[in-house]
């Protein structure tokens, strides 16, 4: 059954993170996401690792909105692959239930783990018993949905294998500079009826390097697309990745913007020019900035 997830995501990591000063409200961000929700978001993209619940539950309050009319993703702490950072609960279950204590909320719509750096020495459970724990949240109504973040085809593969339920979601960083965080991860989620959410889906307008040609050509093409259509380069970048199939999840401390993320259903890009931005953002050097395998973002 396709997931009836909102299709612009509110993110309240990047920008907003937290993680050590968790009982520290950000009223910044309260009032960005109370913003957000009376203009029109209705898909808020948390984590255990953001520090960021008691914003996220002020703003649920303050905006008033009913809990029905909101998708709420949360994702599990596994840390990462140097195991020197990871979630205080003794299991993803356990987690959940704190995160929704902390939110005041009875259940998540989407709960992912979020990076597969799961080991019985690092965490006491393997990485097929951590999902186990997510069908057990799933089978509990703590989660209507249950997912990962920044797997691999073989990570993929692992779950797949013992899955009872297979995971709804897969978020990864993806963007026009960086189409497939790790090789063949989109196709192989796709095929395998995964839907891909592509976090940092703006990066090529903060993260480009304009001297670089292929990065110019990159941007004036993504211009030149936002004239023809009446649309800013944000809502050309953020179509482009909807018409790819795929949820992206972004973020902004403005309300202008965030209402820009909302008014992009009024037009479509043709095919060619999606296969155009597609050919050159792959010609443009690769931009990372998550989970880079060789180095740590928790040290
Ligand atoms: N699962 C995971 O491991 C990860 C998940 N995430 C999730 O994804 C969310 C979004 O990630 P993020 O990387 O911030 O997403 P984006 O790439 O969408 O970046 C959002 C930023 O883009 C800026 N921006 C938008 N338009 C422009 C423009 N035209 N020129 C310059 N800057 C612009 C915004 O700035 P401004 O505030 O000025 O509008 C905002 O700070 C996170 O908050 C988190 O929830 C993120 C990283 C990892
Ligand atoms: O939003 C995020 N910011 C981060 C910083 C380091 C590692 C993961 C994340 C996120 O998911």
């Known amino acids: 059954m396709a997931l009836a997830i909102p299709q612009i995501g509110f993110g ?9 000063r968790e009982s520290e409200i950000d009223q910044t961000l309260v009032d960005a996401l109370v913003s957000a929700l009376q203009v029109g978001i209705t898909h808020l993209d948390g984590a255990e690792c953001y520090g960021t619940a008691l914003e996220t539950r002020d703003a649920i309050k303050k905006a008033n909105i009913p809990r029905e009319k909101l998708w709420i993703t949360e994702k599990y702490y596994a840390g990462d692959s140097s195991h020197k950072s990871k979630s205080k609960a003794a299991n993803p279950l356990a987690a959940l239930k704190e995160i929704l204590r902390l939110e005041e909320l009875e259940y998540v719509d989407l709960y992912l783990l979020h990076s597969p750096y799961i080991t019985k020495e690092t965490h006491g459970f393997t990485l097929e018993e951590a999902w186990g724990y997510l069908e057990e949240a799933q089978s509990l109504g703590l989660a209507k949905n249950i997912g990962v973040s920044n797997f691999t085809v073989a990570d993929l593969e ?11 979601v897969n978020q990864i960083e993806y963007n026009a500079f960086l189409q497939d965080q790790t090789p063949g991860v989109v196709e192989f989620s796709q095929k395998n009826g995964i ?4 976090y940092s889906p703006l990066a090529p307008l903060y993260k480009g390097d304009k001297s670089i040609k292929e990065v110019k050509e990159f ?4 211009y030149e697309l936002g004239k023809k259509y009446g649309k800013s380069d944000t809502q050309v970048l953020l179509k482009w990745v909807l018409q790819k199939g795929i949820i992206p999840i972004t973020t902004s401390t403005k309300t202008e913007r965030v209402k820009e993320f909302l008014k992009i259903d009024d037009f479509q890009l043709e095919p060619s020019e999606v296969e155009k931005i597609t050919t050159l953002g792959a010609k443009a050097p690769v931009v990372r900035q998550y989970w880079v395998p060789e180095y740590s973002k928790f040290d």
């Open 195 to 198: 839907l891909i959410e592509a």
């Open 158 to 168: 692992k779950i797949l294998k013992v899955a009872k339920v297979k995971p709804q």
């Open 12 to 20: 309240t990591g990047t920008t907003w993170y937290k993680y050590g």
């Open 219 to 222: 941007l004036d093409y993504v």
